[in-house]
């Protein structure tokens, strides 16, 4: 492989010091940064080469301006390029382009990703190419596509290089001038740096070091990258005898010493104002002696700082102005485009560019493109234009780039920094679009940018409120604050009229965000308010539903009852088959559900809402009119109604559709939430955990203290405590302050109150869960709630204050069980049950438990069930009944295990090791051999081989390998020892299956 093949570089410029086209420079005083670079490529080769797991590394130079990052960066490249097989990835920032979204990301990825074959780019893309395709620049978005999460994008880039590194690895991946690189792809490389150590990549940046130079949305990033680096060095001075032999190299050993010294000092072992004093030295022949070294003073200013003036001395106007125009499209410039910019004929500009070659300020790139010789010489060159020329020239810029057929998203760099105050309505209107379309690729910032460009410009009045909403909506995803601003001043009528279809949407938008921040009462409020405004029916039905909706949320409410008599009322009238109607039944079906009225009803209500099983039209997880809260309801609402499998249907779904939507963070998080709740009241307790540490974990990256970490936080609590780690639970509750004052988020957990009153009986601290769950059950009854597994208040209540006040604790144990057999799920009738039974002694109890097992028994609620089976066993062990205690325990701790409730395990286990009992049933396997296995277990036992047993039984060799196994595993035996392990008399006899039952062919 050749040092070229091994580049995937991107087809933007080069020319500059780092690149493959341009001459080698002999570094000087890099000993140290190399033999780093060194080690770092070899180890990466080595490490991947052997399989290792803590691959890859991040290397860090950072220095001032001119130091010679640039030039180190080319010699890693040249390294990186020697090692067969490792693959270079190259890109940089740029002053001017550092507001072009992904700009450092495409430089680097696109190459890499183009060159795949289709089937590997699609493997590469997995279910990410709608997400990543369009912000990498590799396909237009989807028609009807959707603003896309930016860390949806970040999530797919992830995953696109977990799996192009093993494809191309050992990746070297290099950036230069990461300072100017855009925010877009600043967040993604420091997320990513954090993984990078386990995958086959090496990340090299080169960055000035001073944060001046970081523009201010990507300054945060600088500490990021300094922290995470494995190897960081500051580049340093070069040496006096460096500067020495570079001058005498280019001027011969006559140059003196004194001369020399004279000259580091003017330009401080800085090698690139070296280089450039030099070259003035040259110019004006200066003698490089003694007397002359007063001159160098002079001759650097010159050499480095120059100004307006200067530059219209050395170049002319005409030159400079086409100079302007290629230092305001940055790096990699056409030459087209700088020259209509530069309002040049073609022959001025091919003068231009002789001039602007010879003077060592262009250089022309392998592609027949324009570079600065250094980009210290672009930014000088910008630095001198007058403001007026500045942004009249962006303007022409953008129209040109537009003209050249480059899109709105190239051209809306420009338009963001043209002069505002001429209202000019295509401006605003081009403005507007570019908007959308970088909420298209992920980037909401860049969007901001324009759309605040098109508020100064300014809109027409009647419009403004438009784009101020345009604005509110851009941030949905990234800045709940500002969206809340920018919303209510859209609503704001001094700002405008705003259409009314928008002044309902923003209204239902900001209520959203103010939902999701926590502030449930005003987000109901403002869509109560709005509502009594709203003439059309349909919008204003659509506001009063959003107006339930977040009540219903909400912990608290002055009217509870009221205002589910009002909503009982609005569902009368429907009809039942639009968007609307349906989103009010399913608010309803969660209403009733929260209420404990009869399951059968709410059940009704929300198979009303769904087709054929599926969510309808309108009302999908990632539909943007209603929201995902009213999917989240219904699912809620068959969760809470043993309906656990249509629940969970749905919240796969979410997960998916949240997923291929780039909805990476607080969706994805609710989605994992929800499916963590399904499976815990399902009792698959470890995959509860999982989901909701998922959920957990995900809503931290987004910020502290989010509903969606309360909501995770209570179940978890929840969950831990089933599992029997109630300390962990409580540690857990305390870290995250999952105690009184609640949040005003009720959202979906299990009442808050309830939960923590339950955990406090749990840590046996009855007085303080005595007092938490009285006020909780008040306040519960006020609001007419009585939905016993949502809010078990009154069964943990009874416990808490049993031993105190005995007959109390009896009516609130009733009342839970009156409660549950009104609601009327088996779940909630046997969970009742179970709690009213924890209360009383002696055959009371065994009663109340065989209730509660008979109807858990039909319910979806593994766990719950598990806890009623050992707690019946115990109960029947108090009462004598030793021998059925034994299986109600034994059928106790196997749902236990199943449901990895590891505590009731232990504690079924210890009932039985108490009282002599076998703590493991050591009962007969053959008990659990399913009919299939039997009929292959008894024809290997008469020496049948497999395939022939699969003849006879007409079923695949494949499935009868897989059943025999089964039986070995079973029966802890080979084939040698089957028969007599299954009670078979080998080869001729058979015999009876436990159970009586007679076996084929028995004598
Ligand atoms: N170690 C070195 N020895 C000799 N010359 C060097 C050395 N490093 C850099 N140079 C020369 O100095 C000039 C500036 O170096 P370079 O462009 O690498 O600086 P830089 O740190 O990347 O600057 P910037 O911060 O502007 O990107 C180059 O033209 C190069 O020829
Ligand atoms: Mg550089």
Redesign the pocket.
């Known amino acids: 492989m050749t040092e070229q093949d091994n580049e995937l570089r991107a087809g933007t410029g080069s020319g500059q010091?780092g690149d493959p086209g341009s001459p080698r420079?002999?570094?000087?005083?890099?000993e140290a940064e190399l033999r780093s670079v060194e080690a770092a490529v070899d180890k990466l080769c080595r490490e991947f080469a052997a399989g290792g797991t803590e691959i890859g590394g991040l290397l860090a130079f950072s220095?001032r301006?001119?130091?010679?990052?640039?030039?180190?960066l080319h010699e890693v490249r040249r390294i990186a390029r020697l090692r067969d097989g490792a693959a270079v990835l190259f890109a940089r920032g740029s002053e001017r382009q550092y507001k072009e979204p992904y700009h450092v990301l495409r430089q680097l990825l696109q190459p890499a990703l183009t060159r795949l074959e289709p089937d590997e780019f699609r493997q590469v893309m997995g279910t990410w190419e709608e997400v990543v395709g369009p912000a990498m620049g590799l396909k237009q978005p989807r028609a009807g596509a959707r603003r896309l999460d930016p860390q949806g994008v970040r999530d797919g880039l992830d995953y696109v290089i977990t799996q192009l590194a093993p494809r191309r690895a050992p990746l070297v991946m290099i950036v230069d001038?990461l300072h100017w690189g855009d925010h877009e792809s600043l967040s993604w490389l420091t997320q990513f740096a954090v993984r990078s150590r386990e995958l086959p990549v090496l990340l090299v940046f080169a960055f000035?070091e001073d944060e001046h130079d970081w523009p201010n949305d990507t300054q945060q990033h600088r500490g990021h990258v300094l922290a995470l680096a494995t190897r960081k060095h500051e580049l340093n001075r070069?040496s006096l005898t460096?500067v020495t032999d570079?001058i005498r190299a280019e001027l011969g050993d006559k140059a003196e010493d004194a001369f020399c010294y004279e000259f580091w000092n003017v330009v401080n072992g800085n090698?690139?104002e070296a280089?450039a004093l030099l070259d003035q030295v040259r110019d004006q022949e200066l003698e490089p002696v003694e007397e002359n070294s007063q001159q160098l003073r002079e001759l650097a200013v010159d050499a480095t700082g120059m100004t307006l003036k200067g530059w219209l001395d050395r170049l002319g106007a005409a030159t400079l102005r086409f100079a302007w125009a290629c230092a305001m499209l940055g790096t990699d410039i056409r030459i087209d485009l700088a020259t209509r910019i530069s309002t040049q004929s073609a022959e001025g500009a091919r003068e231009s560019i002789k001039q602007l070659r010879k003077q060592r300020v262009l250089t022309q790139t392998p592609n027949g493109n324009l570079e600065f010789v250094?980009?210290?010489i672009g930014s000088s060159i910008y630095n001198t234009m007058p403001e007026a020329t500045r942004t009249g020239m962006h303007g022409v810029a953008a129209a040109e780039i537009e003209n050249a057929g480059l899109g709105l998203l190239a051209a809306s760099r420009h338009l963001v920094e043209t002069f505002s105050g001429e209202g000019d309505d295509r401006t605003v209107r081009k403005l507007r679009r570019a908007a959308a379309e970088h909420l298209l690729i992920g980037a909401p910032e860049a969007a901001q940018r324009c759309l605040h460009r098109a508020l100064n410009e300014p809109p027409a009045d009647d419009i403004r409120a438009e784009v101020l909403y345009e604005l509110g909506c851009s941030a949905l995803l990234t800045d709940p604050l500002a969206t809340v601003n920018q919303l209510k001043l859209a609503l704001d009528p001094e700002e405008g009229p705003l259409r009314p279809d928008l002044r309902v949407d923003a209204t239902f938008r900001l209520s959203e965000v103010l939902a999701h921040s926590g502030e449930l009462r005003q987000a109901a409020l403002v869509c109560q308010e709005e509502a009594e405004q709203t003439a059309d029916p349909g919008d204003r039905m659509r506001l009063q539903a959003a107006s339930f909706m977040w009540h219903a949320f909400r912990r608290a409410e002055e009217d509870g009852p009221g205002r589910s008599a009002r909503l009982a009322e609005l569902c009368q009238g429907l009809t039942g088959r639009e968007a609307a109607d349906r989103a009010v039944l399913a608010m309803r079906a969660w209403d009733l559900t929260l209420r404990g009225a009869p399951s059968a009803e709410a059940l009704a209500h929300a198979d009303d809402v769904l087709d054929g099983g599926r969510l309808p039209k309108g009302l999908g997880w990632t539909d943007s009119t209603w929201g995902f809260e009213l999917p989240s309801m219904l699912g809620l609402t068959y969760t809470y109604n043993d309906r656990i499998a249509q629940a969970e249907r749905l919240f796969a779904d979410a997960i998916i559709q949240f997923e291929v939507a780039g909805w990476s963070g607080a969706h994805r998080g609710f989605a994992y939430f929800l499916m963590g709740l399904a499976r815990f009241r399902r009792g698959m307790l470890a995959e509860a955990e999982d989901f909701l540490r998922r959920a957990l974990r995900l809503s931290e990256r987004i910020g502290p203290k989010l509903p969606l970490a309360w909501d995770a936080v209570g179940v978890l609590v929840d969950t831990l405590l089933a599992r029997g780690r109630v300390d962990e639970a409580w540690e857990l509750a305390t870290t995250f302050g999952f105690q009184p004052p609640y949040h005003d988020t009720a959202m979906v957990l299990p009442d808050a109150p309830s939960l923590y009153g339950k955990l406090l009986v749990a840590k046996r601290r009855y007085a303080g869960a005595a007092a938490t769950l009285t006020e909780a059950g008040a306040q519960l009854e006020a609001r007419g709630w009585h939905n016993t597994v949502w809010a078990p208040w009154a069964g943990h209540l009874a416990i808490a204050i049993a031993a105190d006040e005995p007959e109390r604790a009896r009516e609130y144990a009733q009342k839970s069980v009156r409660d549950a057999r009104a609601f009327g799920t088996a779940s909630a009738i046997g969970t009742a049950l179970r709690l009213q039974a924890q209360i009383e002694d002696g055959q009371q109890a065994v009663e109340l438990l065989e209730e509660s097992v008979a109807h858990l028994g039909q319910s979806p609620a593994g766990y719950e069930h598990a806890v009623a089976l050992v707690d019946l066993g115990a109960a029947l062990r108090r009462v004598g009944r030793l021998e059925d205690a034994q299986e109600y325990l034994y059928q106790g701790i196997e749902l236990a295990q199943h449901c990895s409730a590891e505590g009731l395990v232990d504690q079924a286990r210890r009932e039985l090791a108490n009282y002599g009992l076998r703590p493991n049933r050591l009962g007969d396997f053959r008990e659990t051999l399913s009919q299939p296995e039997w009929d292959v277990a008894k024809l290997a036992v008469r020496g049948v081989p497999p395939q022939r047993i699969a003849d006879e039984l007409g079923v695949h060799l494949s499935l009868v390998n897989r059943r025999l196994a089964a039986v070995y595993r079973k029966a802890g035996s080979g084939p040698d020892g089957l028969a007599s392990a299954l009670g078979l008399a080998g080869r001729s006899r058979e015999a009876t299956r436990p159970g009586g039952e007679v076996a084929e062919g028995e004598e």
């Open positions: 010091g420079v002999r570094l000087r005083d890099r220095g301006p001119g130091i010679g990052k640039t030039s180190l001038d000035r070069l460096s570079m090698p690139f280089v250094h980009p210290l």
